[in-house]
């Protein structure tokens, strides 16, 4: 029987689906008893889900556009100079 | 995230003919990120600016020899973390990507104490288990509390939780960029998102 300090740190090897079928078993009845358990593993879906969702922090749009054109201007002219 | 860059060979043949508003569509879909992921390499933004100018000029520079085994995007990181990691090293700022040089004490010990001796909950959970990832996602606060708890991980679980959560980089290739071992890979992505979890508990739990 797996404790709930194991099962929270076999959460991750759960999610990511690289347990061996039997532990995936116990894993799954711990979680079908132990609602503080069940609470843990849904948070970290959720935790999971959101960063899975988290923009980057927006940067100006002319900063952006500068940054295309300097881009644009950087890049070797196909086929030249040969 | 899971928002794919509009089909990669597509883009780079734009981009390779100097069309102008695919260097937009380029810039527009990685320059932030790529910020993001600079600023857990090195010591401050300035340098991580300067990191990801150079991370662009080293894109415009391989792009026609880029080849389609990898994404656009997974390419594109790893041309950021060479640099970033070079970068780091010229600053005698090195970064621990082993589990093994990232005990991570304080994390687990925070963790362990909240069970007994014999592995049950002392602590349990607080519930704030309804809220969905959408709701937390319109909240300012909760959205700047998750960011500060990201920018206080180890260098190592940053890494691996920005592009495995956050942009959806898969494990082997994470493995790939950051040139780890699937093992090291999963034990630091799960200490990062135990304490991500932790820091989203204390706000609303």
Redesign the interface.
């Known amino acids: 029987m797996l404790?709930?300090?194991?099962i929270?740190?076999l959460?991750?090897?759960y999610l990511?689906k690289?347990m061996p079928w039997r532990r995936r078993m116990a894993f799954r009845m711990h979680i079908g008893m132990c609602r503080?358990?069940r609470?843990?593993l849904?948070?970290?879906r959720?935790?999971?889900?959101?960063?899975?969702?988290?923009?980057?922090?927006?940067?100006p749009t002319d900063v952006?556009?500068e940054?295309?054109?300097r881009?644009?201007s950087?890049?070797?002219p196909?086929r030249a100079k040969q | 995230?899971?928002d794919e860059a509009p089909d990669d060979a597509n883009l780079v043949a734009r981009?390779?003919?100097?069309e102008?508003q695919a260097?937009?569509t380029?810039?527009?879909t990685y320059?932030?990120?790529l910020?993001?992921l600079a600023l857990g390499f090195v010591a401050d933004r300035s340098v991580a600016e300067e990191v990801v100018q150079d991370t662009?000029?080293g894109v415009?520079?391989a792009l026609?020899s880029f080849e389609r085994r990898a994404s656009l995007k997974t390419w594109i990181f790893r041309i950021l973390v060479n640099r970033a990691r070079t970068r780091g090293v010229r600053e005698k700022r090195t970064v621990p990507f082993s589990a093994l040089e990232d005990p991570d004490d304080a994390g687990r010990q925070a963790?362990?104490a909240r069970?007994d001796g014999?592995?049950?909950?002392l602590e349990?959970?607080r519930?704030?288990?309804d809220?969905?990832?959408e709701r937390?996602?319109l909240r300012r606060e909760t959205?700047a509390i998750?960011?500060q708890a990201i920018d206080a991980l180890p260098p190592g679980q940053r890494a691996v939780?920005v592009l495995r959560?956050?942009e959806?980089v898969s494990?082997e290739e994470v493995c790939n960029i950051l040139d780890i071992t699937e093992t090291n890979q999963?034990v630091l992505?799960?200490r990062a998102?135990?304490r991500?979890?932790a820091a989203?508990?204390g706000h609303l739990g």
């Open positions: 404790t709930c300090a194991e929270t740190e959460v991750t090897a990511e690289q503080h358990c609470a843990y849904r948070q970290m959720t935790t999971v889900q959101t960063l899975g969702h988290m923009p980057a922090e927006p940067i952006l556009d940054l295309a054109r881009l644009r950087m890049r070797l196909p | 995230m899971s981009l390779l003919a100097g102008e260097f937009v380029l810039i527009d320059h932030a990120r910020l993001r662009w000029a415009m520079a026609p963790h362990a069970f014999g592995g049950s909950w349990p959970p519930p704030w288990d809220e969905t990832p937390l996602l959205m998750l960011r939780i959560d956050i959806g494990s999963r992505l799960h998102r135990v991500l979890r989203l508990e």
